[in-house]
């Protein structure tokens, strides 16, 4: 009887606790959610915006600002995985610095060391002659270099609206570095690639502790063997003239420049030729995108399964720019000069032809002087030298083009994945007077 009542009471303080949380939300607050493909709820309404449109602090993500090893104060999103995002200020360079570089991870595990008297990069299966290279053999082999941005597909992500599921960054999921290592391709040639090879997979060593194949064991991404880029890929040792950080794959990672930064696996200890087509998750069910144009679709379309996805590997770093500098902070002054500045990039393997700003929101568009050219895969950087002559609010924009041709929309996207936006980006400014 006793044991019934304390139930009993129990049950009833958890009702009270279940009203109470949902007296914080009336009815009409709580979005409207479905199922899209891969089992994730997409809200079918605006939900609150932290980090995208109408909201305060909107380059950035919102999150508190963490030490990490080897890392300056970076925004947290989440901790496991561990995923940070670089801060607005350090894009006014062309090369991010290390101890500023994002980091993405996507099992709750990671290296914090490696041992190099004990690692190894294997190179494995459909191979005549398989290799275990130490790191300092690999030194040992010519090396080659590229600047290029690794930028995170789902970069931007908490702009889409309706919003989707994944990691809310804000724009600063995206770095550029000066990389150099070995070529891919140099070490395939030397292990004799046999002709019953269909894929090449990178594995990385950050484990998780789901089964075998399922996307929380290991993270792991093939590209298929007659894909160009393999050609380009480099297994890099050095990022910025240093040892890689930990935290962005000591001690060696995947670079495919020009690919999103899903493909570059850190911490790469396994390559391993495929006579399949891979059917790991990250690989076979991961990161999809419409194939439609700009991949752009809708909620409605996805679920009705209307929508053919394919790998984002067959994409590229569709063309972006960025306004860095003035922030919403920035004090400027009419009839002063007020230099606006930021950089641009694409990995069409082009470079960027032109970038233009506009101070009246996209209606008039003037030519930006561009800055150093580190290489088509880089960010450039570029400023416009601004002289309001009114004081008031304005809407800066900037957009570039791509030497293929490319150019930015002017019209956001949506697809469930949050993935590749390269939407023009407006900036609003407030101009102060000077009597
Ligand atoms: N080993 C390993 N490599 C990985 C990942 C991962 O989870 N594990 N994530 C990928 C993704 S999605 C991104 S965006 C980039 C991030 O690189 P960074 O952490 O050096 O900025 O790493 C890629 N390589
Ligand atoms: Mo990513």
Redesign the pocket.
């Known amino acids: 009887m006793k044991m019934k009542k304390e139930n009993m009471n129990r049950r009833k303080a958890l009702r009270n606790i279940g009203a109470s949380m949902a007296g914080l939300l009336t009815a009409s607050q709580i979005p409207k959610v479905m199922a899209n493909t891969d089992n994730n709820r997409v809200a079918l309404e605006a939900l609150p915006t932290f980090t995208g449109p109408g909201s305060k602090l909107g380059w950035n993500s919102m999150g508190p600002l963490v030490f990490y090893p080897q890392k300056l104060p970076l925004i947290r999103l989440t901790d496991r995985?561990v995923q940070?995002e670089t801060p607005r200020h350090y894009f006014r360079s062309a090369i991010t610095p290390n101890n500023a570089?994002?980091?993405?991870?996507?099992?709750p595990s990671?290296p914090t060391e490696i041992d190099l008297n004990i690692w190894r990069l294997n190179i494995e299966g459909e191979v005549n002659n398989p290799a275990q290279l130490s790191l300092e053999e690999l030194l040992n082999l010519p090396p080659n270099e590229v600047v290029a941005v690794?930028?995170?597909?789902?970069?931007s992500r908490s702009f889409f609206q309706p919003r989707v599921p994944g990691g809310q960054w804000g724009h600063g999921?995206m770095?550029c570095a000066r990389w150099k290592g070995i070529r891919l391709m140099d070490l395939l040639e030397r292990a004799g690639i046999k002709s019953t090879s269909k894929q090449i997979q990178f594995?990385?060593?950050?484990l998780g502790k789901g089964p075998k194949g399922y996307g929380s064991h290991a993270?792991m991404?093939s590209f298929s063997i007659d894909d160009p880029a393999l050609q380009n890929a480099l297994i890099a040792y050095s990022m910025n003239s240093s040892p890689?950080?930990i935290?962005?794959?000591f001690p060696v990672?995947?670079v495919f420049p020009g690919k999103?930064?899903?493909?570059?696996?850190?911490?790469?200890t396994w390559i391993r030729v495929l006579d399949h087509t891979d059917t790991d998750f990250w690989t076979a069910k991961a990161?999809k995108i419409p194939a439609t144009p700009q991949a752009d679709t809708t909620p409605e379309a996805i679920a009705k399964h209307e929508v053919d996805m394919v790998s984002i590997g067959t994409t590229q770093l569709p063309v972006r720019s960025f306004i860095v500098s003035p922030d919403d902070q920035t004090q400027l002054l009419a009839g002063l000069t007020n230099e606006v500045c930021g950089i641009a990039f694409s990995g069409s393997g082009k470079g960027i032809a032109s970038v233009e700003f506009s101070a009246d929101d996209g209606k008039t568009w003037k030519k930006a002087v561009l800055g150093e050219d580190l290489g088509p895969y880089a960010f450039r950087t570029w400023r416009f030298d601004w002289t309001p002559s009114e004081s008031g609010v304005y809407k800066l924009a900037v957009r570039a083009k791509d030497s293929d041709g490319s150019i930015q929309p002017d019209h956001t996207i949506w697809n469930p994945g949050g993935y590749v936006l390269n939407r023009i980006e407006r900036q609003v400014v407030h101009v102060g007077k000077t009597a």
Request: charged share 15%.
């Open positions: 995985p940070l570089f994002f980091v993405r991870y996507h099992m990671v690794n930028e995170c597909s789902g970069n999921a770095g594995q990385g060593l950050d993270f991404k890689l950080p935290l962005n794959g990672r995947m999103f930064a899903t493909y570059w696996v850190k911490h790469v990161y």
